[in-house]
T-cell receptor, first 113, second 112 residues
Framework: DSGVTQTPKHLITATGQRVTLRCSPR?????VYWYQQSLDQGLQFLIQ???????AKGNILERFSAQQFPDLHSELNLSSLELGDSALYFC????????????FGEGSRLTVL | ELKVEQNPLFLSMQEGKNYTIYCNYS?????LYWYRQDPGKSLESLFV???NGAVKQEGRLMASLDTKARLSTLHITAAVHDLSATYFC????????????WGAGTKLIIKP
């Protein structure tokens, strides 16, 4: 158990809909990262937050947005969903200082029909 | 811009054999990470390599880092079926807000 919690674990929805994925980082970790992994693909970095502020942006679509709240949990919002958005969405957290290692949650599997 | 290349991307091998996965990167970094991912599961941290010449071993897996050559290797000794997984390396980018830059992953299948 990495200590990073993601909900929901599975989500099935229709094209055009909107969903919210939630992540709670490890206790004390200030950084949260979101990644997308399509079937049998590598990891695509979406966005990073540090202590409530956006720190870095990757290949995140305009239809996607995220935020980190004062209690450090984060939410990834996906709107106007398309079939191609079906993927595993991972959240990871990183401690302040230390080795720079990322700790991953179990992921949220999104299926868009 | 830091780029990370893993090879091979796919490897099918017999139990009992030895093999090596390579992770090359394009610009200076002194931190490299290896992760394992089982199908449909999360990524599990295997090794954190923090300096030139670092070597870490866990069971049948051994990872090393040569920062001068910008190369890390993940060596598998006497492979067993349970090691079948996808292995990712990630390199800390010193000039990109300390992001981890990921390799494409090596899918390893070990046949009995």
């Amino acid at each position: 158990d990495s200590g990073v919690t993601q909900t929901p674990k599975h989500l099935i929805t229709a094209t055009g809909q909107r969903v919210t994925l939630r992540c709670s980082p490890r206790s004390g970790d200030l950084s949260v990262y979101w990644y997308q992994q399509s079937l049998d693909q590598g990891l695509q970095f979406l966005i990073q937050y540090y202590n409530g502020e956006e720190r870095a942006k990757g290949n995140i679509l305009e239809r996607f947005s995220a935020q980190q709240f004062p209690d450090l949990h984060s939410e990834l919002n996906l709107s106007s969903l398309e079939l191609g958005d079906s993927a595993l969405y991972f959240c990871a957290s990183r401690g302040h200082g230390g080795t720079g290692e990322l700790f991953f949650g179990e992921g949220s599997r999104l299926t868009v029909l | 811009e830091l780029k990370v290349e893993q090879n091979p991307l796919f490897l099918s091998m017999q139990e009992g054999k030895n093999y090596t996965i390579y992770c090359n990167y394009s610009t200076t970094s002194d931190r490299l990470y290896w992760y394992r991912q089982d199908p449909g599961k999360s990524l599990e941290s295997l090794f954190v390599l923090l300096s030139n010449g670092a070597v870490k071993q866990e069971g049948r897996l051994m990872a090393s880092l040569d920062t001068k050559a910008r190369l890390s290797t993940l060596h598998i000794t006497a492979a067993v079926h349970d090691l079948s997984a996808t292995y990712f390396c990630a390199v800390l980018s010193m000039d990109s807000n300390y992001q981890l830059i990921w390799g494409a992953g090596t899918k390893l299948i070990i046949k009995p």
